[in-house]
């Protein structure tokens, strides 16, 4: 069936269409320069409190979390292949009850990112990261998350994907080896491990 | 395997058909006049022995005081191929013909040019930005376009 359009190829008018996304990339540039703080915090704090009650609830509920943290699919570049080799049988992520790729962030609790993220890409990055639910965590893959690696100082790579959301885990390589991710992986899980009910989960 | 064919012996019979087009020719290239562009590329793609039906590849590079295009043709049937160059002066408004009439390939090839350099291809069906949005200040694979920091 066609569709009246007054004899145009499209019912829109695809530049203005352009000039548009431009516009909202442009105020997501510009709302983006100062980079969220690491939520490292983590790292210093003990293992548990010694209240049994909590204590035990806590342990509980962080090793059901870490013993199944399923990942969301985001693949933007080259270190999506080696996150791909990590799921497969030889490094198998499966091992630490991750196998399950998401295709929806909504099923989701580990942001994953892999590969150099675009100025043009970041604000879907961000939808994706706001539709997760909490408790969540964020992983940067490869040199591109930490800085935007080779390409920093380009007209249209982010340098370093802490300016678009909080990231708790940053893997170093151009592509990191599948034994990095993994060994990333395994901080995410002891960060779990530290967290408490009574904290905000996720973001301390 | 693709045999490069000889620029300079290529030259020399184009000079016949094209008098005073060929800018340059060496063991790499053949560089030749931007206005001449469409009718040279049109002989070399329908002369039989030629036969160059296929543009693999199409690019610019700048080199400040001007503009050089790049275009890498190949021909199936005969199994070789030739690297076209031709120049581009003009910074402020930098106009090549276009060869989409010819080669269907280098109509998104051409958009991405005019997108990154600012090069128009006169007679392109659809001259606009294609990576890029519209109203993206400057053309960013310039070497005028700052250190985008």
Redesign the interface.
């Given at each position: 069936m066609e569709i009246e359009s007054g004899g145009r190829k499209y019912s829109y008018s695809d530049?203005?269409l352009?000039?548009e996304?431009?516009?909202v990339?442009e105020a997501f540039r510009a709302a983006n320069q100062q980079p969220y703080p690491d939520p490292a915090g983590w790292l210093d704090a003990e293992a548990l409190p010694a209240n049994v009650l909590l204590t035990t609830v806590d342990r509980v509920i962080n090793w059901s979390r870490y013993r199944a943290l399923w990942p969301v699919a985001f693949g933007l570049a080259c270190c999506a292949i080696e996150m791909m080799c990590t799921a497969a049988s030889r490094f198998d992520i499966a091992r630490f009850g991750m196998e399950v790729f998401r295709a929806s962030p909504r099923q989701a609790d580990l942001l994953i990112i892999a590969g150099t993220l675009s100025w043009k890409m970041a604000p879907w990055l961000r939808r994706v990261y706001d539709q997760m639910p909490e408790p969540k965590w964020v992983l940067a893959m490869g040199a591109c998350g930490t800085s935007g690696g080779i390409f920093k100082?380009?007209?249209?790579v982010v340098p370093g994907f802490n300016l678009v959301l909080p990231v708790d885990v940053y893997v170093p390589g151009c592509p990191p080896r599948p034994e990095a991710l993994l060994d990333a992986c395994i901080k995410i899980h002891e960060k779990i491990q530290k967290d408490r009910i009574v904290r905000k989960g996720g973001s301390q | 395997m693709t045999a490069a064919l000889s620029a300079p012996d290529l030259a020399a019979r184009l000079e016949k058909e094209f008098p005073g087009a060929i800018v340059e020719s060496n063991a790499d290239s053949l560089v030749v006049d931007s206005v001449k562009l469409p009718d040279i590329a049109s002989f070399l793609k329908n002369t039989p022995e030629l036969d160059f039906d296929y543009l693999t590849n199409l690019t610019a590079v700048d080199y400040k005081e001007h503009f050089e295009l790049v275009y890498h043709l190949l021909s199936i049937s005969r199994n070789h191929s030739l690297t076209l160059k031709t120049r581009c002066y003009d910074r402020e408004n930098p106009t090549v013909p276009s060869l989409v009439a010819l080669w269907n390939a280098a109509d998104l090839q051409e958009r991405e040019v005019y997108d990154l350099f600012g090069i128009v291809f006169s007679g392109h069906p659809n001259m606009?930005?294609i990576f890029?949005?519209?109203?993206?200040p400057g053309y960013?694979l310039r070497k005028d376009?700052g250190?985008?920091?």
């Open positions: 530049t203005l352009d000039s996304e431009g516009q990339i100082g380009s007209y249209s | 606009k930005r890029l949005w519209e109203g993206f960013p376009f250190d985008g920091v």
